[in-house]
């Protein structure tokens, strides 16, 4: 099984709001990402975790916070977000190497759609 | 730090015609090379990966590709697309003990036309 969920599929949600978006795999991966797709773009990293460990933070601004509770799940939570924001959101997961570092394959999740109003 | 191009934005192609998507790419260490599909309104599917070994590599859905060291380049083919094949194609590169940083290409929309 190669599964990675992500809910919702959709999110709207005005500047104001605080909204979470949530990934789960259960492949035993502990290393997990998050990735942001504008359109027509590839996807861009965000966050690394691993071993629930936050080990990269690509410069992204405060107003997204990841939270790795357990070696199962990943959340993004999200507060006063800007239009340009909207854009899709990838969940990713992978093995962690023998020394330390992520493995070789990244499995992606179908992605949670959002818009900021 | 390493870099992927693809070759081309778009490549129309007609139904049971063959289809190759470029991919290029550099780096100073060795690499792991990954071929992304994303279908639209979806996330990324694996369609597959060279790691080590043959350079021949065969994926999902009846694609193929091979790895060639000395022009840097992992080709993707497929000898028949099917309708069902119209999709964004990412081409992807990762260094050994990158930490997790998949380097992606712009990405190549196929359109497969009947």
């Known amino acids: 099984d190669t599964e990675v969920t992500q809910t919702p599929k959709h999110l709207v949600m005005g500047m104001t709001n605080k909204k979470s978006l949530k990934c789960e795999q259960h492949?035993?991966?502990?290393?997990m990402y998050w990735y942001k797709q504008k359109a027509k773009k590839p996807p861009e990293l965000m966050f690394v975790?691993?071993?629930?460990?936050?080990?990269i933070n690509e410069s992204v601004p405060s107003r997204f916070s990841p939270e790795c509770p357990n070696s199962s799940l990943l959340n993004l939570h999200l507060h006063a977000l800007q239009p340009e924001d909207s854009a899709l959101y990838l969940c990713?997961?992978?093995?962690?190497?023998?020394?330390?570092?992520?493995?070789?394959?990244?499995?992606f999740g179908p992605g949670t759609r959002l818009t900021v109003l | 730090a390493q870099s992927v191009t693809q070759l081309d934005s778009q490549v129309p192609v007609f139904e049971e015609a063959p289809v190759e998507l470029r991919c290029n790419y550099s780096?100073?260490?060795?690499?792991?090379l990954f071929w992304y599909v994303q279908y639209p309104n979806q996330g990324l599917q694996l369609l597959l990966k060279?790691?080590?070994?043959?350079?021949l590599v065969k994926g999902i859905n009846g694609f193929e590709a091979e790895f060639n060291k000395s022009q840097t380049s992992f080709h993707l083919r497929k000898p028949s697309v099917h309708i069902s094949d119209t999709a964004e194609y990412f081409c992807a590169v990762s260094e050994i003990d990158s930490w997790g940083k998949l380097q992606f290409g712009a990405g190549t929309q196929v359109v497969v036309t009947p």
């Open positions: 780096s100073s260490v060795s690499v792991y």
């Open positions: 492949m035993g991966h502990r290393a």
């Open positions: 990713a997961s992978s093995q962690v190497g023998l020394a330390g570092g992520p493995a070789d394959t990244q499995y």
């Open positions: 975790y691993s071993y629930e460990k936050l080990s």
């Open positions: 060279y790691l080590s070994g043959s350079t």
